[in-house]
């Protein structure tokens, strides 16, 4: 017997103590309620209702089982609602990989967007470049990534794709720091601060022939895989690097410009295993990622070189015989 079904006819009888009324809103005929009734009674044991001429009414069996079988449905609904979020990717934990160079705020801001799409789901971020990320996806170490493009994704589906421009970062005492924009012909003789080619082999060598085709070999390659010692090494003058941005114009000791023509361009997207046991979560946080992303403004309006360039140590206390804007 369909217990579960059962008790909702039940409780369905016992709010309308009338067993047409009760077949009426059921939309089935009232024999087959009264029957499928009695085999519930048999089943349980006890009589539910009592029935007479004067009208059906809970016997102290039916009364003390409704409040029960209130609980128990309200029990099995939960149960469903929590099978289909588990099954919609809205519970657990999604283990997914982002690029070493992605900024705090964004990261937070995905962190959040995630929160709010899903907030049963806790998400596990793995700081991975995209080679590695490749190679975890495939192995099951990771269920969803960020990759930068071009990457090999036989094995993989891919997310809405985001392009980003990247510009220069020059040290401020740089001559070309005074341009509104730089070509990367300017760019000539520097040497070149570039995240490892492990991190994502395909952008690496994408960005590297850009940058050959338009005039600009580097005299030096040094790398650096996290964000502050690449602008701690072009503030100590051993290169310039690519940066979206936001990093480096928070460095007062670097100067961040466009690219004319803007050559190099960051494509990047949420990637996933193929096949039936992908995550069912990981295309929500791909489509999470590339709204992020979008929203994410690096080309804002550049800080003009000031006439007469400040000295670096001013920047942090102030010199001798100076007061400070608070003692003014």
């Known amino acids: 017997m ?6 909702r006819l039940f409780v369905t009888v016992a709010d309308e103590l009338h067993f047409s009324r009760a077949a009426e809103r059921l939309g089935m005929a009232q024999p087959p309620l009264s029957q499928a009734i009695r085999r519930l009674e048999k089943e349980l044991g006890a009589e539910l209702f009592d029935r007479s001429q004067r009208g059906v009414r809970l016997s102290a069996a039916g009364a ?49 967007a995630c929160a709010e799409r899903a907030p049963g789901l806790c998400v596990d971020l793995h700081e991975v470049g995209t080679g590695e990320q490749v190679r975890l996806l ?37 001559p070309l720091a005074r341009l509104p924009e730089v070509r990367l012909a300017d760019l ?10 492990a991190q994502a082999p395909g952008w690496y060598d994408r960005l590297l022939d850009v940058c050959r085709t338009e005039g600009f070999v580097p005299g030096r390659l040094r790398h650096a895989s996290h964000p502050e010692f690449l602008l701690a ?35 990047i997207s949420g990637a996933w295993p193929a096949g039936r046991g992908a995550h069912p979560a990981a295309r929500h946080f791909a489509a999470c990622a590339a709204e992020v992303l979008s929203r994410d403004h690096t080309a804002g309006p550049h800080r003009p070189f000031p006439p007469a360039a400040p000295r670096p140590w001013t920047v ?13």
């Open 2 to 7: 369909d217990l579960l079904r059962h008790l």
């Open 64 to 112: 003390a089982l409704l409040e029960e079988a209130h609980d128990l449905l309200a029990r099995e609904e939960r149960l469903r609602t929590l099978a289909r979020r588990a099954a919609e990717g809205g519970l657990g934990t999604l283990r997914a990989g982002v690029p070493p160079d992605t900024a705090a705020a964004v990261l937070s801001a995905l962190l959040t």
């Open 138 to 174: 495939a192995s099951g170490g990771l269920d969803v990534g960020l990759v930068h493009h071009p990457v090999d994704a036989t094995e993989l589906c891919l997310g809405p794709e985001i392009t980003l421009d990247l510009g220069v970062v020059l040290p401020r005492t740089s």
């Open 188 to 197: 000539a003789g520097h040497d070149l601060v570039l995240f490892p080619r």
């Open 233 to 267: 090494l072009v503030t100590a003058g051993h290169g310039i690097a690519f940066d979206r941005g936001p990093a480096a114009r928070k460095e007062p000791r670097v100067a961040w410009r466009p690219l004319a023509g803007r050559p190099l361009a960051q494509r």
């Open 316 to 328: 942090v206390y102030d010199g001798p015989g100076e007061k400070s804007d608070d003692d003014r």
